[in-house]
């Protein structure tokens, strides 16, 4: 699986989009998931520590 593809399921994960028939279908490595889906949550919580910080220095 593409690296993309990867990024494609655990971006409708973290939504809940996405069906059992096609999680069922995806050969997705654990590991690959894993790791991908920490890199995206770490990725969401910076952006929106920034932006609330951005927000409040802005506010000040």
């Known amino acids: 699986m593409s690296f993309f593809s990867t990024v494609k399921a655990v971006l409708s994960g973290f939504v809940g989009i996405r069906s059992s028939q096609e999680t069922e279908r995806a050969k997705l490595k654990?590991?690959?998931?894993?790791?991908?889906?920490?890199?995206?949550?770490?990725?969401?919580?910076?952006?929106?520590?920034l932006l609330v910080r951005l927000l409040v220095s802005s506010q000040a």
């Open 30 to 49: 654990p590991a690959q998931l894993i790791v991908t889906a920490l890199v995206l949550a770490a990725a969401f919580a910076l952006i929106i520590f």
